[in-house]
């Protein structure tokens, strides 16, 4: 939101424009679950468009949309900052969310057990080396080259103020399980998928154990 904008609550967004990453989403589903707990629906109440974050600052401070959806490293932009605040979060939205996890058949996990837990190995040493405070300053920078960000902008990436990274790698089922539920209740997924049916991190674990 525009800090001396018109939008100061929810109900203010009626008849606006609100802008996503893509329809489905977590930025979208964030956005639905939040607005229908206040009354508000997609199409009745507001307008979703589709946008890339780097072009949600323009969105905004152009009023080309009311509400924009703005993810690390976009929102440590201080210029954007500077002109916006934050109306919600992922975690008001949704609770603590598992969005993001590795997955393959079984059939070739079993085929390929042992080359699979030497890819998690280096998965986790990945993991553990990026977010070691002692690797902060070269772990940025690494990411700002990529992203062609200035480093300055980034100081927030890996540390408490970040999205949590196990450092086994180990995704959190239950977080997932809610995640997916909440897809459900939204309309996102025709069905209920009970994760723990399908989830097994024997591999991940086996990895996790070289480092003890």
């Given at each position: 939101?525009l ?6 609550d ?37 307008s ?12 905004l401070t ?22 916006s605040?934050?109306?919600?979060t ?16 079984k ?10 837990v ?35 902008q ?44 399908y ?14």
């Open positions: 939101m800090k001396d904008g018109p939008i100061k929810f109900a203010d967004l009626k008849s606006k424009v609100v802008a996503v990453l893509t329809i489905g989403s977590a930025t979208d589903m964030q956005a639905r679950i939040m607005l229908r707990r206040h009354g508000l629906e997609d199409k009745r109440d507001y979703i468009i589709e946008a890339q974050f780097p072009n949600m600052k323009a969105l152009q009023g080309k949309a009311a509400m924009v959806a703005i993810a690390p490293p976009f929102a440590f932009d201080p210029e954007l900052q500077s002109v605040r934050m109306f919600f992922e975690t008001d939205a949704m609770g603590p969310t598992q969005l993001i996890s590795l997955a393959a058949r059939p070739f996990l079993d085929q390929n057990h042992a080359v699979m030497d890819f998690m190995e280096d998965e986790i040493r990945t993991v553990r080396w990026f977010t070691d405070p002692k690797n902060h300053d070269a772990a940025v920078a690494l990411v700002g080259e990529f992203n062609k960000r200035p480093p300055a980034l100081q927030r990436l890996f540390t408490t103020e970040d999205n949590f990274r196990d450092p086994n790698a180990e995704p959190n089922l239950v977080a997932l399980q809610h995640s997916l539920d909440l897809q459900q209740e939204m309309g996102t997924q025709k069905t209920k998928i009970d994760i723990k049916k989830a097994d991190v024997s591999i991940v674990r086996a990895a996790a154990a070289r480092f003890k």
